[in-house]
Nanobody
Framework: QVQLVESGGGLVQAGGSLRLSCAAS????????MGWFRQAPGKEREFVAA????????TYADSVKGRFTISRDYAKITGYLQMNSLKPEDTAVYYC????????????????WGQGTQVTVSS
């Protein structure tokens, strides 16, 4: 079992930045990938970014390319999502997730999920 705790959300003006963190814990941590997803009110959860745990390979949704950067600290078992040039349409609850086995990183078939952190971007 893996527990995930997100932090770093908050209220920011358009054009600003936030850095989300996702700390993983558990008896034995093993992951193929860590991903970030978001869900805005009245909308379905959508993929944001993911990182392959072993070698740091990344993939992004088109809507955040060039603005968001996903990274991970292998030793600390923590993932990060640096969000720059934020827009009001980025407002959502952001979730981190861990996928244990090989598969498409941009699909939501992840095994463990955090509780989410709210990001609100004002115009």
């Amino acid at each position: 079992q893996v527990q995930l705790v997100e932090s770093g959300g908050g209220l920011v003006q358009a054009g600003g930045s936030l850095r989300l963190s996702c700390a993983a814990s558990g008896r034995t941590f093993s992951a193929y990938a860590m991903g970030w997803f978001r869900q805005a009110p009245g909308k379905e959860r959508e993929f944001v970014a993911a990182i392959r745990w072993s070698d740091g390979g990344t993939t992004y949704a088109d809507s955040v390319k060039g603005r968001f950067t996903i990274s991970r600290d292998y030793a600390k078992i923590t993932g990060y999502l640096q969000m720059n040039s934020l827009k009001p349409e980025d407002t959502a609850v952001y979730y981190c997730a861990v996928r244990r086995f090989l598969g498409a990183m941009n699909q939501n078939e992840y095994d463990f999920w955090g509780q989410g952190t709210q990001v609100t971007v004002s115009s």
